[in-house]
């Protein structure tokens, strides 16, 4: 089993930037493609970006692309994404969690969950 911690989060202006961390313990991030989610007040939980273990493998929601980078650091058990340009449409809950067999955009897929982060864009 593995736990996750995201951390990062916060109040930003439009077109500011916020780096938000997945920690994990109790197993190595290296075991999972991870992926990260976020959920706005009232609507499902949407997928974001994606990365596989080695890292050789992205994939990006079409409203964050170019956008966002998602970056693993497996030495540090860590996974990044690295938001830049926000827009108040990204205001969410952000939650990383864990995808054992591929690279999928579908929240079902993913196994465990870390709590969550709040970023909030907004002037």
């Known amino acids: 089993q593995v736990q996750l911690v995201e951390s990062g989060g916060g109040l930003v202006q439009p077109g500011g930037s916020l780096r938000l961390s997945c920690t994990a313990s109790g197993r190595t991030v290296s075991s999972y493609t991870i992926g990260w989610f976020r959920q706005a007040p009232g609507k499902e939980r949407e997928f974001v970006a994606a990365i596989t273990r080695s890292g050789s493998t992205t994939r990006y929601a079409d409203s964050v692309m170019g956008r966002f980078t998602i970056s693993r650091d497996n030495a540090k058990n860590t996974v990044s994404l690295q938001m830049n340009r926000l827009k108040p449409e990204d205001t969410a809950v952000y939650y990383c969690?864990?995808?054992?067999?591929?690279?999928?955009?579908?929240?079902?897929?993913?196994?465990?969950w870390g709590q969550g982060t709040q970023v909030t864009v907004s002037s």
């Open positions: 969690a864990t995808d054992s067999y591929g690279i999928s955009t579908k929240r079902t897929t993913y196994e465990y």
